[in-house]
């Protein structure tokens, strides 16, 4: 019985001076190590030089971490845009397009003596005899092919009968085109118009889309 207590006792022993032996030859290796890298040694130094590296993190392949995080639909509802109705042109405006292009066609024909002579006295005569009341002839100017003749009405419905009556060839100074139209208005309501006519048997210049109250 003492024989085998003896015996487990040598062998712990033995093993305890086993262990005590492997952790100086590790101790021992570890210093030696760090003396070759440092060249001196100090006990209280082995454990400070110790640092704790966090592990990188691991990124899921679902997850965009650079993305900026998506804003759910109902969060930005889209803005509905509603389509506002056109402004209706005025008459002015009509015309404009009509107006500068007959006015340039006109500023840029000679005289023409014969003709434009007795074509601004036939005018001015016929023209004045045909004007509604309270409507007056302002100025009459003929030139190669054409005259441009601006009248002032006291209102749009005085202006429209003036218009009217252009309608017919007979009460025309002669059986030519026209284009007449408005180009100003006052606060009182009166209104200018301007009517270009044409010399019988000549055509009038290629104008934008007239609309057909101005065309006859």
């Known amino acids: 019985m003492k024989a085998r207590t003896l015996g487990t006792g040598a062998v712990l022993v033995i093993g305890a001076v086993l262990f005590y032996l492997d ?7 570890l210093e030696a190590l760090w003396t070759s890298r440092s ?22 392949p679902d997850v965009q971490l650079d993305a900026p995080a998506a ?13 506002q109705p056109a402004k209706p042109q005025t008459r002015i405006e009509e015309f404009a397009a009509v107006y500068e292009v007959l006015d340039n066609a006109f500023g840029a024909q000679a005289h023409d003596g014969a003709w434009a002579m007795n074509a601004q006295r036939i005018s001015e005569t016929v023209l004045t005899a045909m ?3 309270r409507s007056t002839l302002r100025s009459v100017d ?9 009248s002032l009405h006291e209102n749009y419905a005085n202006a429209n009968a003036f218009v009217n009556k252009l309608t017919y060839p007979q009460a025309r100074p002669w059986n030519g085109a026209f284009y007449t139209g408005p180009i100003s208005e ?4 009166a209104v200018t118009f301007v009517t270009y006519l044409s010399r019988e048997g000549s055509a009038m210049p290629a104008i934008p889309d007239p609309s057909a109250d101005n065309v006859h």
């Open 23 to 29: 952790r100086r030859a590790t101790r021992s290796e």
């Open 39 to 60: 060249g001196k040694v100090e006990h209280s130094d082995v454990r400070s030089q110790v640092m704790w590296v966090s592990e990188p993190a691991v990124r899921r």
């Open 71 to 83: 804003v759910p639909a109902s969060a930005s509802p889209a803005v509905a845009r509603v389509m």
């Open 131 to 133: 004007l509604p009341a």
């Open 142 to 150: 003929c030139r190669a092919t054409m005259c441009r003749i601006e």
């Open 186 to 189: 006052e606060a009182s309501g």
